[in-house]
């Protein structure tokens, strides 16, 4: 006689070292816990949103590299060469043009002006929020500007990191010009400063191995100075690999890819002057195998609630997001539709404007919002994945599957074209996870077909079965548990 058993499917993605022990991927979902306390089940999966496109800028060969909302109204984007003023109305104007690299930029702004740090080179946005096509660039002249990779602002001033170097730079009060001798240096440790980022009204500089932090003592000689015993022995892999996000609260806190003297790939989160570590050994294990993490990406954002902080590795073709509400991890991964593989996410830059939030493509010239009521990534399938823990028998038999079943949102379906009569591909491994030689395309519900269910009979037998269900088609994809009706086979 069969009996029903709950199986193990709600979770994050932790693929571990040996798929035997943790076969768990998450790819384009997230996980949200239940905040009611009433609800059906603890948590669900909920589908990564897709990508609506608003604007396709002319790049000049090169991707989206940084973007800065300047007001309610007007925000400014660097595409490959090309800089642009863009409305909340998503008009955009040509303003200039920078030198075309493939690196990110870095960009801060004082309210009245925007600094750009580029690598080698910097620039300067006026902008003119009246007339948003006049607003003017021109490039840093200056025998003291020895560029930088990051720049941000505080109290007045613009700081730079002075790459090559442990120095920092700052500009004069309330001005963007720069002194010789307006400088100084991340001397805890002596290793070269890598990236800056100010929080809460301190600035911490991202060494190689170390991590100092600074703040406006007001001395009239040079105002950014060391807080004593700020210091954390652990520093950063990259000048870019590093974002900032806010809490409900309002509190802020910094988040870094780390590096020091035992190694390097841990991601760690800001706690007061200390760092934290926030990543597992799952996603270390799947960082150590990239070429490299010095060219890692960080960036962030919030929606309905959710605070992700994400690092995008281009050399590993790979995009890691942590959800700060569940302190789970997940994968977001666009699907190439000239060879159906997976690839690092379209975007690595956000920005929250005109009441959307913003994504820059990586490749090209395209600008994005993201919209979690939209199931495509602007045209392009988004799979939605999810690889479940094991379900293995406890007396180390045989189970008989005779019905399996995922609790999700059925009748979802679209009223015309693909999607219409949307399918869940199920699969199935008996060998750990290594391989799922067994598939089967399940309905989850033509519109209004509230009352279906995701079922699967007859899947055969296994002492230890690993499941994967996969979404393609372009429909709501909610997934809250799962089930089996299975008894013991002796033979």
Known sequence: MSAVQPVPFIGGASLSR??????????????????????????????????????????????????????????????????????????????????????????????????????????????????????????????????????????????????????????????TSLSGLDFASAEGSPDLLLGLRVNQREVWLFGENSTEIFYNSGNASFPIERIQGAFIEKGIVGPYAHSKATNPDGTAHLFWLSADDNGQGIAVQSQGYSAVRISKHEQEFAWAQYPTLSDAIGCTYQQEGHTFPAWHFPSGNASWYYDLTTQLWHQRAWRNPGNNSLNRHRTATAMAFAGRIVVGDWENGKVYAFNLDRYDDAGDVLPAIRTAPHFASATNVNYIFDRFWIDMETGVGLSSGQGSDPQMILEWSDDGGHTFPNSRSIPIGKVGEYGRRAIATKTGRSRDRVWRSTITDPVKRILIGAGASVRECRQ
């Not at 609800?39 to 604007?55: N, Y």
């Not at 002319?58 to 490959?80: Q, Y």
């Not at 200056?142 to 730079?169: C, E, M, R, S």
């Open 18 to 175: 040996s798929r035997n022990f943790d076969p768990q991927q998450l790819i384009n979902y997230y996980v949200e816990a239940s905040g009611s306390g009433q609800a059906r089940d603890v948590a669900m999966l909920v589908g990564c949103p897709g990508l609506d496109l608003m604007l396709n800028l002319d790049s000049g060969g090169g991707g989206i590299r940084g973007m800065i909302r300047f007001s309610k109204t007007l925000a400014f984007i660097v595409a490959g060469s090309n800089v642009y003023a863009v409305t909340n109305g998503w008009v955009s104007y040509l303003i200039g043009s920078i030198i075309l690299r493939q690196t990110p930029v870095s960009m801060a702004s004082n309210g009245q002006q925007i600094v750009m740090a580029c690598g080698a080179e910097g620039y300067i946005i006026t902008p003119n929020p009246g007339n948003p096509a006049a607003s003017a660039i021109s490039q840093v002249v200056n025998l003291n500007f020895h560029g930088a990779d990051n720049v941000d602002f505080l109290d007045d001033y613009f700081i730079f990191n002075w790459p090559g170097t442990g120095k920092f730079q700052i500009t004069g009060l309330l001005s």
